[in-house]
């Protein structure tokens, strides 16, 4: 089976008009994924998702700008994303140390680590929604 990698920059959430309907019709058809139990399953790893349409997707996918690779067993429905858990809870040790060390002052100090916990949570939760939504666009 052949897999289709192809890297967004934020996750997105689709709904059933939505170009990653068209975008796994286009690769059904082109037989580098397969249907299983009547559910078409496509590994994606994301980072960017710019496709004016079906004829725009086919030409990329020709160009090489995706990279397709032979997969054994089934592809699964994945959202990954390139930026790693270890980066943000290493940012937010830096930034806890250094706000300590200069500032000493908590209320900073929240401010500071804010950010990262948003992205963490970005990094923990949105995967499992838009999974979820992926599989009602594979139903209809």
Do not use: H
Not at 34 to 42: A, D, F, W, Y
Not at 57 to 83: A, H, N, T, V
Request: aromatic content about 14%; charged content about 25%; hydrophobic content about 45%.
């Amino acid at each position: 089976m052949m897999k289709l990698r192809y890297t967004i920059q934020k996750p997105v959430l689709f709904n059933a008009d939505s170009t990653f309907k068209k975008v796994v019709e286009v690769l059904y058809k082109q037989k580098y994924i397969v249907e299983s139990k009547g559910t078409m399953l496509v590994d994606f790893k994301f980072d960017q998702w710019q496709f004016s349409n079906r004829m725009d997707f086919e030409r990329k996918l020709e160009s090489g700008q995706f990279e397709l690779c032979k997969e054994d067993g089934p592809s699964i429905l994945k959202l990954k994303y390139s930026m790693s858990l270890v980066e943000p809870i290493l940012t937010v040790l830096i930034i806890v140390l250094l706000s300590l060390f200069i500032f000493q002052n908590y209320k900073v100090l929240f401010l500071l680590v804010l950010p990262v916990f948003q992205t963490i949570f970005r990094l923990t939760y949105l995967p499992f929604v838009a999974e979820d939504i992926m599989k009602e666009i594979m139903r209809s």
